[in-house]
T-cell receptor, first 113, second 111 residues
Framework: DTGVSQDPRHKITKRGQNVTFRCDPISEHNRLYWYRQTLGQGPEFLTYFQNEAQLEKSRLLSDRFSAERPKGSFSTLEIQRTEQGDSAMYLC???????????FGEGSRLTVL | GESVGLHLPTLSVQEGDNSIINCAYS??????FIWYKQESGKGPQFIID?????DKRQGQRVTVLLNKTVKHLSLQIAATQPGDSAVYFC??????????FGTGTSLTVIP
């Protein structure tokens, strides 16, 4: 257990529905990342926060995806109007130092039917 | 753009042998690298890291080697155990402070 928790661990939804994932990072970590991972691939960067500021978003991230970290603690990732191609594992990671390891949660697996 | 790739997608070793997993990176400006282990259904787990001002770093049963001349990274696992079976990723910190991950190598340890 790295100390990063994600909820829910599994989500099955129908195409067109909205889903929201939550991440609680390690409390003293200022930086929080979201990654997406599909089967057989490495994690793909989506976005990251320094405290409550969203500093960067992947250009691969469509407008249907939005992430927030309102108080610089937990973060949410919302996917609107889900598509089957959104099916993946969504990983959250937190980091204390810029040159330091990312501590990953166990991920939230999304299945879009 | 940056790319991080692995030479071999799968690797099988006998228990007790040493394992070597390789990784190529393309951004010569990257100055920080991490190896992660990921077991099925779990998030990636940190193994070892290395800064670009080093060419070797050792941990418990693991060694990372960095060759900046050819932009190559390797992970050596000594006396491989069944619990080492997993997918291993190298990750590169790019100039935008994002980590890019390779595709991964699946290591299978044969008892």
């Amino acid at each position: 257990d790295t100390g990063v928790s994600q909820d829910p661990r599994h989500k099955i939804t129908k195409r067109g529905q909205n889903v929201t994932f939550r991440c609680d990072p390690i409390s003293e970590h200022n930086r929080l990342y979201w990654y997406r991972q599909t089967l057989g691939q490495g994690p793909e960067f989506l976005t990251y926060f320094q405290n409550e500021a969203q500093l960067e978003k992947s250009r691969l991230l469509s407008d249907r995806f939005s992430a927030e970290r309102p108080k610089g603690s937990f973060s949410t990732l919302e996917i609107q109007r889900t598509e089957q191609g959104d099916s993946a594992m969504y990983l959250c990671a937190s980091q204390r130092l810029v040159l330091g390891e990312l501590f990953f949660g166990e991920g939230s697996r999304l299945t879009v039917l | 753009g940056e790319s991080v790739g692995l030479h071999l997608p799968t690797l099988s070793v006998q228990e007790g042998d040493n394992s070597i997993i390789n990784c190529a990176y393309s951004n010569s400006a990257s100055d920080y690298f991490i190896w992660y282990k990921q077991e099925s259904g779990k998030g990636p787990q940190f193994i070892i890291d290395i800064r670009s001002n080093m060419d070797k770093r050792q941990g418990q049963r693991v060694t990372v080697l960095l060759n900046k001349t050819v932009k190559h990274l390797s992970l050596q696992i000594a006396a491989t155990q069944p619990g080492d079976s997993a997918v291993y990723f190298c990750a590169e910190l790019n100039t935008g402070n994002q980590f890019y991950f390779g595709t991964g190598t699946s290591l299978t340890v044969i008892p």
